[in-house]
């Protein structure tokens, strides 16, 4: 099921929404009361979900919808009912709803911009040192086709490896103390 903006900011105060971006594009803007629990910590989070789905409706939240998305189909295997918002937090804040960024927490790029940063750089690495050594072209080359069947599966293995990066990680602190909520 997916909600727009609209109608989830109609439903905000009886929906419990989980953001599953990255630590650091959740603090750069999320929606308010959003419980941030990053795509790859989502199995260790089931018994909390399965909590708060009981007690209301689940909304999960990511930067476009696509992270969202992959995250519902997750949940309904595990038999976990979840909506997601549709176009993600960037139709959310075009639309003008609020967002709420914490006072003094450190906010990092978005993943999308990430990616598009370590690609560029890798096949302007590749371009380069392929001057001298021309089999350095390859590098430029397997990022393309990365980026091609990136677009074609509608998935990012250059955003996974990125997640794994420390600013992108949640502290254990942090996430116990969001499934402590959820189940509290």
């Known amino acids: ?37 990053p795509l790859d910590h989502l199995d260790a989070a089931l018994p909390a979900l399965k909590t708060a789905a009981g007690r209301g409706g689940l909304l999960i939240v990511c930067a476009s919808g696509t992270r969202s998305e992959a995250a519902c189909r997750h949940l309904a295997g595990q038999g976990i009912t979840a909506a997601t918002l549709a176009g993600g937090t960037t139709a959310w804040t075009r639309l003008g709803h609020d967002i709420h960024r914490p006072v003094g927490t450190r906010t990092s790029w978005a993943m999308e911009r990430q990616v598009r940063l370590a690609a560029g750089s890798l096949v302007l690495t590749g371009l380069i040192a392929g001057r001298r050594r021309g089999a350095m072209r390859l590098l430029s080359a397997g990022v393309a086709g990365g980026l091609v069947f990136s677009a074609l599966t509608d998935t990012c293995g250059m955003a996974r490896v990125l997640a794994k990066l420390p600013h992108n990680r949640p502290r254990s602190a942090d996430l116990d103390a969001t499934l402590a909520a959820l189940t509290g």
């Open 1 to 37: 099921m997916s909600l727009t903006a609209d109608q989830a900011n109609a439903r905000l105060h009886e929906l419990t929404v989980i953001d599953v971006r990255t630590p650091g594009e959740y603090a750069s803007g999320h929606l308010p009361g959003a419980h941030n629990i």
